[in-house]
């Protein structure tokens, strides 16, 4: 007699009286390929945990946010937000679609330059932009905006030694009717801070107010928020028209639109909730059209959308190291991606599934990231199927800040690939190696010889 | 190894415990490994037995047993073993 097909024996415990009103699925589905290329091919050949970006995704996405803006508004220009990612592929990807660079460090300033961005078309944000950074953006003829008085006191001391006037705008921040109120960024709108900063830089000859910038938070929920900024940089626009009759060429909206991404405490799926691109550039467009703003002097409207337009196409794979029983029963599942990796579990509930599955059943298990350390949590409580040493996982909407805020600890850094418009993958970071880490630590001489 | 005496396990798999109230929902292959307890098989003799109706090699089979029994002891519907 043939045998049966074997599973391994699942007991579960029912839990009744507490059904999900919103009658959410719970059924797994595995991913298997990434555009169409194998994921066990992929860890095969680049090694396990791996980072992979979809050109083609990143390529779609930018175009529906344009799309998006560009039938409501004409003039609209995006401006890549670096510190979102700025492995130099992803952001030429974006520069080739027709984005701008959005930095906000000298570090960053440098990598536009390089990757071949004309200062004109970068925006300086953020609070720390040191002397040289400064000069070196008036030369360039970038788009400083400017964070604080210090910063602007900055400026008129820079400027006159570069011979050339500053192109600037400054950040302004505002209540918009949600919590929390970003202040620390800029100055405030309702207690007149951004009308003195302008009344300062308007008779200033050595720079030129040429836009007006706002970030009101990230992850923001609320188009209508976006209204609400839009109309008090359109009020402060008409006020300039009307005291300097100067015309400002740009209002930045700066980003902040949620990704897919479910918030960490969310009943319900970031997916489900998420605003579209629609829904953000018609509370936006609409507000701008219906200003007070001169007609023939409708300045280009800024965006520099990160989140938004990258998480969808990065993911992260990886896989099983071990599974384990908690005290309590709840299974434990030990994967190679940690938190290092994946900074941003730190406040997502990540979607995270297996290459293939076995097996229907699932357990509620706790899955832990593979760093000698408590808060190594990848998931707190998840339904997941049970799976083995070696199976593999992988982890959706991981492209933004995972590959520029992740941490160099106890491991190397895994390699980046990207898989293009053609279905090529490509290494567009290598992984680090006990070289590249150890070539920059210095040891004095006195330490050099070690006797044990 | 003995399965607490009035647990109740229906033809489908749906476990019932009247000690505790809790229902529980068991697999195919978890059904057969509660029946083979309660019939006071050891280990080795469910293990015998379920590799003779499934393709399953002893050293996992030996691994997923371990965690199951892992499970019902914590669920507590074994017998606590006479010392």
Same mark, same amino acid.
């Given at each position: 007699?043939?045998?049966?097909?074997?599973?391994?024996?699942?007991?579960?415990?029912?839990?009744?009286?507490?059904?999900?009103?919103?009658?959410?699925?719970?059924?797994?589905?595995?991913?298997?390929?990434?555009?169409?290329?194998?994921?066990?091919?992929?860890?095969?050949?680049?090694?396990?945990?791996?980072?992979?970006?979809?050109?083609?995704?990143?390529?779609?996405?930018?175009? &529906?946010?344009?799309? *998006?803006?560009?039938?409501?508004?004409? !003039?609209?220009? +995006?401006?890549?937000?670096? =510190?979102? #990612?700025?492995?130099?592929?992803?952001?030429?990807?974006?520069?080739?679609?027709?984005?701008?660079?959005?930095?906000?460090?000298?570090?960053?300033? &440098?990598?536009?330059? *390089?990757?071949?961005?004309?200062?004109? !078309?970068?925006? +300086?944000?953020?609070?720390? =932009?040191? #002397?040289?950074?400064?000069?070196?953006?008036?030369?360039?003829?970038?788009?400083?905006?400017?964070?604080?008085?210090?910063?602007?006191?900055?400026?008129?001391?820079?400027?006159?030694?570069?011979?050339?006037?500053? !192109?600037?705008?400054?950040?302004v921040n505002m209540d918009t009717g949600i919590y929390p109120h970003w202040d620390r960024f800029g100055f405030n709108y309702e207690n007149g801070e951004a009308w003195t900063a302008i009344n300062k830089i308007m008779p200033n000859p050595d720079m030129e107010l040429i836009g007006l910038h706002t970030h009101i938070g990230t992850y923001i929920m609320t188009p209508n928020a976006y209204a609400v900024a839009t109309s008090k940089l359109a009020a402060l626009t008409v006020r300039i028209q009307m005291k300097y009759n100067h015309h400002l060429k740009y209002l930045d909206l700066g980003g902040g639109f949620a990704s897919k991404n479910t918030l960490k405490g969310a009943y319900l799926p970031g997916s489900d909730t998420c605003p579209s691109f629609d829904d953000y550039a018609e509370a936006i467009t609409g507000a701008l059209i219906n200003s007070d703003i001169q007609y023939e002097h409708m300045p280009t409207l800024f965006l520099e959308t990160g989140r938004a337009l990258i998480d969808e196409a990065g993911y992260l794979l990886g896989s099983v190291l071990a599974n384990k029983r908690l005290l309590d029963g709840r299974r434990s599942l030990i994967i190679d991606i940690g938190v290092n990796n994946l900074f941003t579990s730190f406040w997502y509930e990540h979607h995270i599934v297996p290459a293939r599955i076995k097996q229907r059943d699932t357990e509620d298990t706790t899955i832990y990231g593979p760093l000698c350390m408590n808060i190594d949590v990848i998931r707190q409580a998840i339904q997941f199927p049970v799976l083995e040493k070696g199976d593999r996982v992988v982890i959706k909407r991981i492209g933004a800040y995972n590959m520029t805020q992740w941490l160099q600890f106890i491991t190397y850094r895994p390699n980046v690939v990207l898989i293009d418009a053609e279905g090529k993958t490509h290494i567009i970071r290598e992984n680090e190696t006990h070289e590249s880490m150890n070539a920059l630590d210095r040891i004095p001489q006195h330490l050099k010889e070690i006797q044990l | 190894m003995k399965i607490k005496k009035n647990i109740a396990v229906s033809e489908n798999g749906f476990l019932f415990d009247p000690n505790s109230g809790e229902s529980y929902s068991l697999n195919k292959t978890g059904q057969l490994i509660v029946k083979l307890i309660s019939e006071g098989k050891t280990e080795s003799e469910i293990i015998e037995v379920v590799k003779e109706k499934y393709e399953v090699e002893t050293t996992s089979l030996q691994r997923y047993l371990d965690d199951f029994i892992m499970m019902l002891q914590q669920m507590n519907l074994l017998e606590k073993e006479e010392d």
């Open positions: 007699m043939e045998k049966l097909k074997f599973e391994r024996p699942v007991i579960n415990h029912i839990n009744a009286g507490v059904p999900d009103k919103f009658g959410m699925g719970t059924a797994i589905q595995p991913i298997s390929h990434i555009d169409d290329i194998s994921v066990e091919d992929l860890l095969n050949e680049y090694g396990s945990p791996l980072y992979v970006l979809s050109e083609k995704t990143i390529r779609e996405t930018y175009r &529906e946010a344009l799309s *998006a803006f560009k039938t409501r508004y004409p !003039k609209v220009q +995006f401006a890549w937000s670096y =510190k979102t #990612n700025y492995l130099n592929a992803v952001c030429n990807i974006f520069h080739q679609e027709g984005s701008w660079a959005e930095v906000v460090s000298g570090f960053e300033f &440098e990598k536009a330059l *390089a990757n071949g961005v004309p200062g004109s !078309k970068i925006i +300086f944000n953020g609070p720390d =932009k040191s #002397n040289e950074d400064l000069e070196r953006a008036i030369q360039h003829g970038s788009l400083i905006h400017i964070d604080h008085f210090d910063e602007l006191y900055e400026i008129m001391a820079v400027a006159p030694k570069t011979g050339k006037k500053a !192109k600037v705008a400054i950040r | -």
